[in-house]
């Protein structure tokens, strides 16, 4: 494996292991975005400071508030946007799997607990070793999905033959 093949595929597998606290973060960005709609700072008191020279910058506290609010809930909307984006991605590339290739998935990736190959390999019924080629075998595949201008994925047919 090629050193951009190695970085593809850790980058893959981060984003299989991350994908199971996608819908908590996008919930979790829902709520900052509720909050933020609802926080009112209002006016506060008139602050008379020394003034040296002429000034054309005219302060007004609420236009202020209100723009930088909208600002800050742009950006939550935006990073919400991107989970889901995300979210969605995944869930297609994972479409592309087999029965066992999901299988493997849930109990690997998306596992709340985190499982071993041995613990994966009793519940499959498979051996370990068949197992890290499968793990290769989804993420090349799931990484020609997500990053289909990549060229040359080593996808492992050889895990098939019989």
């Known amino acids: 494996m090629t050193k951009d093949k190695k970085k593809l595929f850790r ?3 981060c984003r299989l292991h991350n994908y199971k606290y996608l819908e908590i973060q996008i919930k979790n960005l829902e709520l900052d975005i509720e909050r933020e709609k609802n926080e009112y700072r ?3 008191a008139i602050s ?3 003034r040296t020279g002429v000034t054309y910058n005219i302060n007004r506290s609420v236009e202020n508030e209100v723009i930088a609010k909208e600002k800050r809930i742009g950006k939550l909307m935006q990073a919400k ?3 889901e984006i995300e979210k969605k991605k995944i869930e297609n590339a994972l479409t592309c799997l087999d029965i066992i ?3 493997f998935f849930n109990l690997f990736y998306n ?3 985190k499982n071993n190959m041995k613990y994966i390999s009793i519940k499959m019924h498979m051996d370990r070793s068949y197992l890290y080629k499968l793990r290769e075998n989804v993420v090349y595949k799931i990484a020609g999905m997500l990053q289909p201008d990549y060229i040359d994925l080593p996808i492992k047919d050889y895990l098939y033959e019989k």
């Open 111 to 113: 596992s709340k607990s």
């Open 42 to 44: 209002g006016c506060g």
């Open 81 to 83: 946007l991107e989970k």
């Open 101 to 103: 290739e999901t299988d």
């Open 11 to 13: 980058e893959t597998e």
């Open 48 to 50: 008379y400071d020394e």
